[in-house]
């Protein structure tokens, strides 16, 4: 890598994300807390969806106080279908951390903001360009590969070098983001577009038939086959609710009654088995639809299995709840909950 090409690199990067950035609501405010939402929210989420959800939080919470004095489920709630829901606990965590130690105000200072709930090394360098306008680097996914491919390298401290040497003498609030810009529309993981990329000429892997995500490899995701059959239980015009333990994946969200299997056979029975407690009279279980759904490391299929039961009874303890069909918008509920139930809607529709 030569160190000479830094300030080339700086003025072309520059000068394709004034004329292509695309129009994104958290870089029209300069709001730390705002910024802060957004960046959380577009961590390991694309854009095109986290925008909806970015919208509605800063209208339900649009201060670090409202969301520090939020109830977690309705955070929860606000989350729901965006994944990763740590984060949501996190930010409400965090938001009360700054309230207790910072006045309310997101602090200015790396080793303040690395204390807080959630924030890590790429959001704190984010927060600290973005919305104070300090020279952080802030590395994420996009930024790994554009640099990793850029100079050729592969290692982590490396490409930290890289990074801080290159928004040391810039504009960090636009550098880091045209950085990440660049990575998330023209160096995209398996077709970068280098005959439109400003940095063609600087690139060492530009000349390779096809870049290798340098800095890929070693992270590359090991992702776990699984089976999870599903079970939504009817009766009446409720269905049957679960609320995940504090402790566990997907904490504290509302959703159907399911198993995580690794065989493929059995299904309906390790329902049955799981329901048995119940003591719920159903009708024999039909089998309506099959979702595919990811969380973290594993690619689950889902298939969804209906249970008419004869009789409401009360629920079966303090974590289930029958819920009006009409009512479980207003719960917090999982992402697979939701596509499992869409799969419900639909069958209905056939049905009718
Ligand atoms: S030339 Fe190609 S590989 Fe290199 S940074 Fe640009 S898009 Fe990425």
């Known amino acids: 890598m030569s160190a000479k090409n830094f300030p080339v690199i700086r003025r072309k990067l520059l000068g394709w994300y004034k004329k292509n950035k695309r129009d994104l609501p958290w870089r029209r405010t300069r709001d730390p807390y705002a910024i802060w939402i957004a960046e959380t929210m577009l961590q390991q989420t694309q854009v095109k969806t986290v925008l909806p959800y970015y919208e509605r939080f800063l209208n339900t919470f649009p201060s670090v106080e409202s969301l520090a004095r939020a109830r977690l489920e309705r955070v929860l709630r606000l989350w729901s279908g965006l994944g990763y829901y740590r984060r949501a606990e996190n930010l409400k965590t965090a938001a009360r951390q700054v309230v207790r130690d910072h006045g309310g105000k997101l602090p200015r200072e790396y080793s303040q903001l690395r204390t807080l709930a959630g924030i890590g090394d790429y959001t704190a360098g984010a927060i600290l360009s973005i919305a104070f306008g300090k020279n952080y680097p802030a590395i994420d996914g996009n930024v790994r590969r554009v640099l990793g491919r850029l100079y050729a390298i592969a290692d982590d401290p490396a490409l930290r070098d890289v990074a801080i040497e290159l928004v040391r003498r810039t504009q960090p609030r636009e550098f880091n983001q045209a950085l990440m810009e660049l990575g998330a529309t023209v160096c995209t993981p398996r077709a970068p577009n280098c005959a439109a990329c400003p940095l063609k000429s600087e690139c060492l892997s530009r000349s390779a038939a096809r870049p290798t995500n340098h800095s890929d490899g070693v992270r590359a995701k090991y992702f776990t086959e699984v089976t999870w059959p599903l079970a939504i239980v009817r009766c009446g015009g409720k269905i049957l609710l679960h609320r995940r ?108």
Request: charged residues 30%; aromatic residues 6%; glycine residues 4%.
């Open 245 to 352: 333990a504090a402790a566990a994946l997907l904490a504290r969200l509302w959703e159907l009654p399911g198993v995580e299997m690794t065989r493929r056979d059995g299904e309906a029975s390790a329902l049955r088995r799981q329901l048995r407690d119940l003591r719920v009279n159903f009708a024999k279980p039909r089998r309506i639809g099959d979702i595919r759904h990811s969380i973290t490391h594993r690619r689950i299929r889902a298939p969804v299995y209906l249970f008419d039961c004869t009789a409401l009874i009360a629920a079966p303890g303090p974590r289930w709840r029958w819920v009006p069909r009409r009512r479980v918008a207003h719960y917090p509920v999982s992402s697979m909950t939701k596509k499992a139930l869409a799969v419900l809607a639909a069958h209905e529709t056939r049905s009718a």
